[in-house]
């Protein structure tokens, strides 16, 4: 059977953009050039807070290859960029003298190549005033805000639902800065046309830089053309514009020349985001049959000087369990660190972690399964809205998943499980990812020699974009893949927002049903009065579609092909527009549900070494309808491979006299290798949600939720030991 003649929607077609990866033909933003293309290199702060006394370019200037040196003092006034979807901008950069975190761009050198770049920003000398810096959540000096995005939760009595608490657990959970990495380097490449701009850049958001740039450097966004065809990963770090991207375009226009830079990879700890550390308490309590009666949760989380990035760890306390009564509280604290950003699974990939972790708690207090303390308490109808979901198949996952596990094997006593002199332990967390989704369009073309181009300035980072919008294409129009060409990461497209949020395929695919929809009806429009036309008449509802072709519904014969509609009118095409909006859940009179899973980890301890391993992963996810589960189940198991990761290995290690990050490279900053993988099962449980036409609600980010409280959970299954901090280090399992 050919890829062409499988089910389109669902089918684990291979990606469409595969030939050109392997190959080497697809062109990410590192791979761009232009004629007389120079290079830029970055001079950053080493301090953590104070000012710049003294800035010496004098050798940087006079180095071989060295066009320019821009510094404060030499920069224009910038604005700052725009509020976006993910909140303001980062501020710009070199617009004074202050230093508020180790690693702050103080200096851009422009050179002929990028070693003379690099070598020439050696050079630069800068002098400091240094003032103590604001590193740790505890400073009393530091500024504390309070739920800045007006997110906090209460809903009932709180001391009235532990009064009535039979039992009550306690715990503080820490998690420490992680950095997301992605394996390609983080690049930009500023070209100016007179007062346009064609910008070749690794982000998530095509259009999100161009209203940035537009903003910053007073230019009609019709004169700012951000390219992202192709993106080398980014979890995140590609969400926001950062400072080095305005230095690069301004900088080609100083020199009036095509501008690269490129990150390297102690940069990218410091310009692109990270997911921030956090502290959160929480308290719940429970009657003997494990009824939840209260949950009490505090988060704490660290943001930098004069950024907004807002992430509310204890939110997920309030939505996902049954609960009467429960209050959330978030706060973070300002310190002299770089803006971080979000990574893969914000606020939840924190969160989750201490809510299903005091969960097991609980559990294990009450002599109860932990499976069957998340079943008694499983929410019915959204705990905040109190309206049914739009879909939820929690339940299911739970089912499907402990059967697939052998939940069942589990012996309750900490300890009890072994396999030669290893310990054995199984461990569970449940799963909610918030829904997410924007406005988005599309537009859909379909030509004369019977083929269709679909574009959308959207972008894919390797989640599977091309494949999943070319198979629903291909189903919505009637046409073999091969005849299906979908283009994006062009912001002269239809506008799209960042993939991220596990909104995308969402928002997408729905701007690209709507778009093809519309395709359709211009074709029944234009043979509406067309004698010779056995369509005439014929409105959407009437037909569909197969093999290139519009026929009655039950009537395979009453139909013609696109290309003859078009021949006879004697056009070359057809195209239509289509935007999806975000539904409403007043309008609907349901809950709008984001992704649900349940996570079982099996891990294996030696006792006296303390070493960790993960022994066997199995994902239950409930993702709506999967449009191509080859694609779907890569985007769980790389979610899990990134929990595992911030289990047992992720820390940015900063050094808190200096600021200065100690393992910022990949030598130093552990992630997990080939060993470090266990046996990995992806099940899909559930179906289309009700509330959009497509029925997605997005994999992206419930494949990393959980796995961290999962594999703390297995932990004390196997030791008799809580923890209650990541990662968890061999110290902490030294029996």
């Not at 939840?292 to 309030?318: N, Q």
């Not at 299954?717 to 809580?722: E, S, V």
Request: aromatic share 6%; glycine share 10%.
């Amino acid at each position: 059977m050919t890829a062409d003649s499988l089910p389109l929607i669902g089918a684990g077609l291979d990606r469409v953009d595969a030939p050109l990866k392997v190959t080497g033909s697809a062109h990410y933003p590192n791979d761009f050039g232009y004629p007389g293309m120079v290079h830029a290199a970055l001079v950053r702060a080493t301090i953590a807070a104070g000012r710049i006394s003294a800035i010496d370019t004098s050798q940087a200037q006079a180095a071989p290859g060295v066009l320019t040196v821009i510094t404060h003092l030499t920069a224009p006034r910038l604005e700052r960029g725009p509020m976006t979807l993910l909140g303001p901008s980062p501020p710009a950069p070199l617009q004074d003298d202050r230093i508020l975190h180790y690693g702050q761009h103080v200096a851009i050198v422009v050179a002929d190549t990028a070693e003379q770049a690099r070598h020439a920003a050696s050079l630069v000398r800068v002098e400091y005033e240094t003032a103590k810096a604001l590193l740790d959540l505890d400073d009393p000096r530091a500024e504390v805000l309070t739920d800045p995005w007006s997110l906090d939760t209460d809903r009932g009595d709180l001391d009235a639902g532990f009064a009535a608490a039979d039992v009550v657990v306690e715990g503080t959970y820490t998690t420490p800065d992680n950095t997301n990495n992605p394996l390609g380097l983080m690049s930009t490449i500023a070209l100016w046309h007179g007062d346009s701009v064609t910008v070749h850049d690794s982000t998530q958001w095509p259009h999100n830089v161009r209203t940035s740039l537009a903003q910053i450097f007073k230019v009609p966004e019709s004169g700012i053309r951000v390219l992202a065809p192709y993106v080398g990963g980014g979890f995140g770090a590609g969400l926001r514009m950062w400072p080095h991207v305005i230095l690069t375009v301004l900088a080609a226009r100083e020199l009036g020349r095509p501008v690269k830079l490129v990150l390297t990879r102690p940069e990218m700890f410091t310009s692109v985001g990270h997911r921030p550390n956090s502290v959160m308490r929480f308290k719940i309590g429970a009657t003997r049959d494990g009824e939840l009666v209260a949950i009490d949760a505090d988060g704490v989380s660290s943001v930098a000087m004069e950024d907004d990035d807002y992430e509310p760890v204890s939110l997920c306390a309030a939505v996902s369990y049954a609960c009467p009564n429960v209050r959330t509280r978030d706060r973070q604290v300002r310190l002299n660190i770089p803006c971080p950003g979000s990574m893969r699974a914000p606020a939840e990939g924190q969160g989750n972690f201490a809510l299903e972790s005091a969960i097991d708690e609980l559990a294990h207090k009450l002599g109860m399964d932990p499976l069957e303390l998340r079943l008694r308490n499983f929410a019915e109808v959204d705990p905040l809205s109190g309206l049914p979901w739009s879909s939820n198949a929690l339940r299911e996952c739970y089912r499907q998943g402990a059967e697939r596990f052998g939940w069942s094997r589990r012996s309750p006593e900490p300890g009890s499980m072994r396999e030669g002199r290893r310990l054995v332990g199984y461990g569970l967390a449940a799963v909610s990812y918030p829904a997410y989704q924007v406005p988005c369009q599309a537009r859909a073309s379909l030509h004369r020699d019977g083929s269709a181009f679909v574009r959308s300035a959207a972008t894919d980072i390797g989640t599977g974009t091309y494949t999943v919008m070319t198979q629903l294409v291909a189903e919505l129009l009637g046409l073999p893949t091969s005849r299906v060409r979908f283009d994006l990461g062009d912001s002269d497209m239809p506008y799209s927002p960042q993939a991220g949020g596990s909104g995308l395929t969402g928002a997408l695919g729905n701007a690209v049903h709507a778009a093809c929809r519309r395709l359709l009806r211009e074709f029944l429009d234009l043979v509406g009065d067309d004698a010779d036309s056995p369509l005439r008449g014929a409105g959407l509802g009437d037909v569909t579609v197969s093999e290139g072709c519009i026929h009655r519904i039950g009537a395979p014969d009453q139909g013609e092909a696109y290309t003859d509609i078009l021949a006879r009118h004697g056009l070359e095409g057809l195209s239509a527009d289509g935007r999806s909006i975000p539904p409403q859940s007043e309008e609907l009179g349901m809950a709008i549900a984001g992704a649900f899973g349940a996570k079982f980890v099996e891990v294996r301890i030696d006792p006296d070494l303390g070493l960790l391993r993960v022994a066997r992963v199995v994902s239950a996810i409930d993702g709506g309808r999967i449009l191509n589960e080859k694609t779907a189940t890569s985007q769980i198991t790389g979610g899990t491979v990134g929990g595992i990761s911030q289990a047992m290995f992720e820390d940015t290690a900063t050094d808190r006299e200096t600021g200065r990050i100690a393992n910022a490279t990949f030598g130093d900053y552990l992630i997990p290798v080939n060993a470090d993988v266990p046996d990995m099962d992806v099940i899909f449980v559930g179906g289309p949600d009700r509330a959009t036409p497509v029925g997605t609600k997005g994999v992206g980010e419930v494949g990393l939720v959980g796995l961290a409280a999962a594999i703390a959970n297995a932990v004390h299954h196997a030791t008799g030991r809580r923890i209650r901090s990541l990662p968890i280090t061999i110290d902490q399992l030294l029996l």
